[in-house]
């Protein structure tokens, strides 16, 4: 059976927003009676957790406004209809004991903007370095 870890984020959010491993400061995540996780996001920085175990093994991701309204996951490209906003990822970036889960809410439109973005900022990153 999946861990099930539930997304609350703010009223309202589209755009990018990350999970970040810390396991000196983060906040410890432990599972309801029933098994899941539940997570809420703030509004304007990363969510730091202790340990990430439940994101490693097998597990289903759930979203929602702190309203409760439900935010679909999108698993796979053009899984909803055009303009659907949806969540996206997690896409995860690990450097050395670092990683951090981005998600991203919004069409898949925008998420695709979103990932070539990132692919372009790291392209030219790695050209900088190679340069040095």
Do not use: C
Request: net charge negative; no cysteine.
């Amino acid at each position: 059976m999946p861990v099930e870890i539930y997304l609350i984020v703010p009223d309202g959010l589209r755009g990018i927003f990350s999970i970040v491993l810390d396991p000196k400061d983060g906040t410890k995540m432990f599972p309801f009676s029933d098994g899941r996780y539940e997570l809420k996001i703030p509004a304007d920085e990363p969510l730091h957790i202790h340990d990430d175990k439940p994101f490693l093994g097998y597990h289903r991701i759930y979203a929602r406004y702190a309203d409760g309204t439900a935010i679909p996951h999108a698993n796979t490209p053009n899984m909803f209809p055009a303009g659907t906003i949806a969540l996206y990822g997690p896409y995860i970036e690990e450097e050395g004991s670092e990683r951090n889960y981005w998600f991203y809410i919004g069409t898949e439109e925008e998420v695709t903007v979103f990932q070539k973005a990132i692919k372009a900022k790291k392209e030219k990153e790695k050209q900088q370095q190679q340069q040095q």
